[in-house]
């Protein structure tokens, strides 16, 4: 019997690499078996009106905050970006900033907060959750 390989792709790449696979794993004679994963969420960036609905705070209350993340440059490299009238904020850097704010905002607590890590804020939020389709 061939043995068996379980291939697991999105169902965004799903018709490009179906095929693809389809014809790598018959020219080696194995059995394929294809999962399609549905993604529950794939952008890190909001508008500012879509952070403002997200994280339901005012326009007011999100400008303080982006100005926030922009003085923790360091922390955030790419927290905030803005490119003339357009203002994109960073959905992971909101999300660990919103919730270490008050120890940023301390200079001897500070000292205590881990490194930020948009994957392990990802993770903690359920970004790489996927759900089976089919």
Same mark, same amino acid.
């Given at each position: 019997?061939?043995?068996k390989?379980?291939?697991?792709?999105?169902?965004?790449?799903?018709?490009?690499?179906?095929?693809?696979?389809?014809?790598?794993?018959?020219?080696?004679?194995?059995?394929?078996?294809?999962?399609?994963?549905?993604?529950?969420?794939?952008?890190?960036?909001?508008?500012?009106?879509?952070?403002?609905?997200? +994280?339901?705070?005012?326009?007011?209350?999100?400008?303080?905050?982006? @100005?926030? /993340?922009?003085?923790? $440059?360091? #922390?955030?490299?790419?927290?905030?970006?803005?490119?003339?009238g357009?203002?994109?904020?960073?959905?992971?850097?909101?999300?660990?900033?919103? +919730?270490?704010?008050?120890?940023?905002?301390?200079?001897?607590l500070? @000292?205590? /907060?881990?490194?930020? $890590?948009? #994957?392990?804020?990802?993770?903690?939020?359920?970004?790489?959750?996927?759900?089976?389709?089919?």
């Open positions: 019997m061939p043995e390989l379980q291939i697991t792709i999105t169902a965004a790449i799903k018709q490009y690499l179906e095929d693809f696979v389809m014809k790598l794993f018959r020219k080696h004679q194995k059995e394929v078996s294809v999962n399609v994963f549905r993604e529950l969420q794939g952008q890190p960036f909001l508008t500012k009106k879509l952070a403002c609905q997200h +994280f339901g705070m005012g326009r007011t209350t999100l400008d303080t905050r982006l @100005k926030g /993340i922009e003085e923790e $440059s360091t #922390r955030y490299p790419y927290g905030v970006i803005r490119d003339g357009i203002v994109l904020v960073n959905y992971f850097a909101m999300t660990d900033y919103l +919730f270490y704010r008050n120890q940023l905002q301390q200079k001897n500070r @000292k205590h /907060i881990p490194p930020f $890590s948009a #994957r392990k804020t990802a993770e903690a939020v359920g970004f790489y959750n996927v759900v089976k389709e089919g």
